[in-house]
């Protein structure tokens, strides 16, 4: 997948496949892949390991770079991240008993982290999780719209700001629910 800003702006979605961005004289707004996107691709990665020509040349990876201009990379809510992990678990992409093991705190979460390299002159690039306002204001909306119950509302609080291998584990915790 490749962005593109010249003189102007561009807004997408990164794939959890790897690309390039490049920005000039521009700003980029982008949203990393959510952690069930990952999980897919993880697995699909597992099965079918990159050659080491791919890996050389970091077809697996984001490059974003950014020449007198701004970047912005936003992770989604982890309300966005469960309703993902749920619609994953729906849909069969995940079984429950593969679900159930990542969320048992004894077992290692594949290797979700894309690599990621930036390169940034005379300009900004932002990588973000969103703040922990953001969060708890998705939560609330999620619960008055009846996608989270009260009581899983305290475990997503309290993966705000959390690594990724325990916000996974917490949300496939709720996911089971």
Same mark, same amino acid.
């Given at each position: 997948?490749?962005?593109?800003?010249? *003189?102007?702006?561009?807004?997408?979605?990164?794939?959890?496949?790897?690309?390039?961005? *490049?920005?000039? *004289?521009?700003?980029?707004?982008?949203?990393? =892949?959510?952690?069930?996107?990952?999980? !897919?691709?993880?697995?699909?990665?597992?099965?079918?390991?990159?050659?080491?020509?791919?890996?050389?040349? +970091?077809?697996?990876?984001? #490059? #974003?770079?950014?020449?007198? +201009?701004?970047?912005?990379?936003?992770?989604?809510?982890? !309300?966005?991240?469960?309703?993902?992990?749920? +619609?994953?678990?729906?849909?069969? %992409?995940?079984?429950?008993? @593969?679900?159930?093991? #990542?969320?048992?705190?004894?077992?290692? =979460?594949?290797?979700?982290? +894309? %690599?990621?390299?930036?390169?940034?002159?005379?300009?900004?690039?932002?990588?973000? $999780?969103?703040?922990? /306002? /953001?969060?708890?204001?998705?939560? @609330?909306?999620? @619960? /008055?719209?009846? @996608?989270?119950?009260?009581?899983?509302? =305290?475990?997503?609080?309290?993966?705000? %700001?959390?690594?990724?291998?325990?916000?996974? $584990?917490?949300?496939? $915790?709720?996911?089971?629910?």
């Amino acid at each position: 997948m490749f962005h593109l800003a010249l *003189f102007s702006g561009t807004e997408g979605v990164l794939s959890p496949h790897g690309g390039t961005a *490049f920005v000039l *004289f521009g700003s980029a707004e982008l949203r990393t =892949p959510t952690l069930a996107q990952r999980l !897919v691709h993880a697995r699909e990665r597992a099965q079918r390991p990159l050659s080491r020509m791919d890996r050389l040349l +970091g077809r697996d990876q984001w #490059l #974003l770079v950014t020449l007198f +201009g701004g970047t912005n990379m936003v992770r989604p809510t982890l !309300v966005e991240e469960l309703a993902a992990l749920r +619609g994953l678990m729906t849909s069969g %992409g995940v079984s429950r008993t @593969e679900l159930q093991g #990542l969320a048992d705190a004894s077992v290692s =979460p594949p290797d979700l982290v +894309g %690599g990621l390299s930036t390169l940034t002159l005379f300009g900004a690039c932002v990588v973000a $999780r969103p703040s922990a /306002k /953001k969060e708890i204001a998705a939560i @609330e909306r999620a @619960e /008055k719209a009846g @996608e989270v119950d009260q009581r899983a509302r =305290p475990l997503l609080e309290s993966l705000i %700001g959390q690594a990724d291998h325990s916000v996974l $584990r917490g949300l496939s $915790r709720l996911a089971l629910a």
